[in-house]
């Protein structure tokens, strides 16, 4: 059974910093293509990060680039999302996601077959 459980989000004020974690149990981490998405109540989940299982390449979302950086670690089955200079407009419950979907749906929710429960990043101004 695979299962990807998040940690990291939280409280941070604006300008501030935090380090998401997913570990996923089940699969093997390096098979996988990788993602994280958000979603904040009324609006549709949104794609904020992707690693590939080929490569390592990674993809960002505009709005994140050059603020997010997307990691994994084979070893521990997990990845990372480490997260600089946050604005409110960052608050969202982000979400870890995996799947082996081809190159251009990447950036898509539907080419990833598992995901995480989330964890809450709270941006204070």
């Known amino acids: 059974q695979v299962e990807l459980v998040e940690s990291g989000g939280g409280l941070v004020q604006a300008g501030g910093s935090l380090r998401l974690s997913c570990r996923g149990s089940?699969?093997?981490?390096?098979?996988?293509?990788w993602a994280w998405f958000r979603q904040t109540p009324g609006k549709d989940r949104e794609f904020v990060a992707a690693?590939?299982?080929?490569?390592?390449?990674?993809y960002y979302a505009d709005s994140v680039k050059g603020r997010f950086t997307m990691s994994r670690d084979n070893g521990k089955n997990s990845v990372y999302l480490q997260i600089d200079n946050l604005t409110p407009e960052d608050t969202a419950v982000y979400s870890c996601?995996?799947?082996?979907?081809?190159?251009?749906?990447?950036?898509?929710?539907?080419?990833?077959?598992?995901w995480g429960q989330g964890t809450q990043v709270t941006v204070s101004s």
């Open positions: 690693i590939r299982r080929s490569g390592g390449y990674t």
């Open positions: 996601a995996a799947g082996i979907g081809i190159l251009s749906a990447t950036r898509t929710e539907s080419a990833y077959r598992y």
């Open positions: 089940g699969l093997t981490a390096n098979t996988y293509n």
